[in-house]
């Protein structure tokens, strides 16, 4: 069974930044693309970028390109999103999900994903 768990997120202030982890146990993570998702409440949720296996970017929220980056750990196991100038419309519950090789935006294809971490965003 594929865990995830999400770690990092945070109360910060307007223009503040964060780094995300998302660590996997029981499986080696840099064998499959790993999507980045946010989910504020009442709304879906959304994709914000994707590292495939062979670590090719894919960035899917045109509001978050430029500030967000998702890259691969020192490990096999670790993938982080590093966020930049973050504001208070970024404020929502973040989660990595994986279980696919090839990068997709459809939520509904990944089989596997972390519990969340919230980011808050607010002076």
């Known amino acids: 069974q594929m865990q995830l768990v999400e770690s990092g997120g945070d109360l910060v202030q307007p223009g503040g930044s964060l780094r995300l982890t998302c660590v996997a146990s029981?499986?080696?993570?840099?064998?499959?693309?790993v999507t980045w998702f946010r989910q504020s409440p009442g709304k879906e949720r959304e994709a914000l970028s994707c590292?495939?296996?062979?670590?090719?970017?894919?960035r899917y929220k045109d509001a978050v390109k430029g500030r967000f980056t998702v890259s691969r750990g020192p490990t096999d196991n670790i993938t982080y999103l590093q966020m930049i100038d973050l504001q208070p419309e970024d404020t929502a519950v973040y989660y990595c999900?994986?279980?696919?090789?090839?990068?997709?935006?459809?939520?509904?294809?990944?089989?596997?994903w972390g519990r969340g971490t919230q980011v808050t965003v607010s002076s």
């Open positions: 590292i495939s296996n062979s670590d090719g970017i894919l």
């Open positions: 029981t499986f080696v993570l840099k064998n499959y693309a």
């Open positions: 999900a994986t279980g696919v090789v090839k990068c997709t935006d459809v939520a509904r294809l990944y089989n596997y």
